[in-house]
């Protein structure tokens, strides 16, 4: 067992590690986290509306608050749907703009020149124009990954001018912020030199504009982000990141928020036509099933660790219960330590795992409310995976059900750690005692 650790340990640290640290400092992974991170604000308070929009209870019903309700809702969609429009409805805004000013601050450029102009390109594709209309089909999730695309092409394009210094300089005399709108003048028009004239030729060959061809390209990788080896994967990638002392879940959720929020998107769609809703796999599905008390669902080891025998392990669960209620775990992932401790490999690694599949299949067979609003990751789990289905009870019960088969798998790998620290402090006391009784004599 101690070789095949090793040797466990040997290929994360000559291959996984230097891989993850390589994807964790690449200037496009931390541009596109940088973006999403920008705009969760906007979109959380968006997907807050959605439980005034659509209240939570059956459409039948005979309760007098819940009528009530209802009829307000019905009566005034139009106005609660405003808010929702203005930010979930244009999540990718506030993502070109925060993609454009992080790349941008990684090449020295001025952010909010480089957030503008990566605006500007995504409008140049997204909005078409007809009939005194501009078009609002993909400011949603289903433009996300043409605004990824536009806002990273028109930053390196940005830069390329200006380190060619092909641009536009004025004297020193000129104030700092007229310079500056000068200065972008021509990777404005390179910009749209560029991508109008693409975006007409794509039209013409495919009769779809840019967004709408990247979606028809990228249709199978979406659904099959949405697929049970899909959550497995990541959470395993996750996992053994972090393992090995990496943030792997922001290595991850980079890579996952362009789908997630995809999918999110036609969640809400298909919740305002009144129709299944087509996604399970979600950033709620994630935080609050998968991820509870933090990377390893680790919350219910906190419990346990306040019931320990070992001081050591006591003191690290009074530490990190409080903490792990809103998904911050370091304390006991450092301090009891699981990072790189064999004897909590295999639960830190499956447990994750295995609440991922019960979660998927009880969401698949209808049994789960599935994931309608974007949530804070620090919110704690049950109230989370409510607040996430549109406070259905339903993911209540699931988060409970993880909760216990996670306390259960962490038990008895909890009590062989413990048995061996309590076995160490003995032969240490031993030691000491044996060493006291010697001095004396």
């Known amino acids: 067992m101690s070789s095949l650790y090793q040797t466990m340990v040997g290929m994360i640290e000559q291959t996984i590690t230097p891989l993850a640290g390589r994807l964790g400092q690449q200037k496009y992974i931390i541009a596109i986290r940088d973006g999403f991170t920008s705009a969760l604000p906007f979109m959380i308070i ?5 439980v005034f929009i659509f209240p939570p209870f059956s459409a039948d019903t005979t309760w007098g608050f819940a009528r009530a309700w209802l009829n307000f809702s019905s009566t005034y969609r139009n106005e609660l749907m405003l808010p929702f429009n203005l930010s979930m409805g244009v999540m990718t805004f506030f993502i070109s703009v925060g993609i454009g000013a992080s790349l941008g601050r990684q090449y020295k450029l001025d952010p909010i020149m480089t957030g503008l102009l990566a605006l500007m390109s995504f409008l140049l594709v997204a909005a078409p124009y007809s009939d005194g209309h501009i078009s609002t089909q993909y400011f949603s999730g289903q433009g996300i990954f043409t605004a990824i695309i536009t806002a990273v092409y028109s930053t390196e394009l940005y830069a390329f001018l200006k380190r060619r210094n092909i641009t536009i300089r004025l004297p020193k005399e ?6 500056r709108s000068f200065e972008i003048l021509i990777p404005v028009v390179a910009v749209v030199g560029t991508l109008h004239p693409l975006n007409l030729f794509i039209e013409s060959s495919t009769g779809m504009i840019i967004p709408e061809a990247i979606m028809h390209l990228l249709a199978p990788l979406v659904s099959a982000s949405d697929s049970l080896p899909a959550i497995l994967l990541s959470v395993l990638l996750c996992q053994i990141l972090w393992f090995a002392g990496i943030h792997g879940a922001l290595i991850v959720t980079g890579i996952m928020n362009p789908f997630w929020m995809t999918n999110l998107a036609l969640n809400q769609a298909a919740l305002a036509a009144g129709a299944p809703l087509p996604h399970i796999y979600l950033q709620g599905f994630w935080d609050h099933y998968l991820l509870i008390g933090g990377v390893g669902s680790t919350l219910p080891l906190a419990f346990l660790l306040l019931r320990s025998k ?3 392990l006591r003191t690290i ?3 990190g219960i409080v903490p792990s209620f809103f998904n911050i775990n370091e304390p006991i992932l450092f301090g009891a330590p699981i990072i790189m401790n064999p004897v909590f490999f295999l639960p830190f690694i499956f447990v994750p795992m295995i609440n991922a599949t019960l979660a998927y299949i009880a969401t698949k067979l209808g049994w789960i409310a599935q994931v309608v609003s974007l949530t804070p990751w620090t919110t704690p789990a049950p109230i989370g995976a409510s607040w ?15 909760m216990v088969f996670s306390a259960v798998m962490y038990y008895p790998f909890l009590k062989a750690y413990e048995r061996s620290l309590l076995k160490a402090d003995e032969e240490k006391e031993q030691q000491l005692s044996f060493a006291e009784s010697a001095e004396t004599r």
């Open 46 to 50: 968006g997907s807050f509306m959605l």
């Open 174 to 179: 000129v104030p700092t912020g007229v310079a």
């Open 310 to 312: 070992a001081i050591h």
């Open 317 to 319: 669960g009074k530490m």
């Open 388 to 402: 996430a289905a549109n406070w259905a009870f339903s993911p209540v019960v699931m988060c409970l059900l993880c």
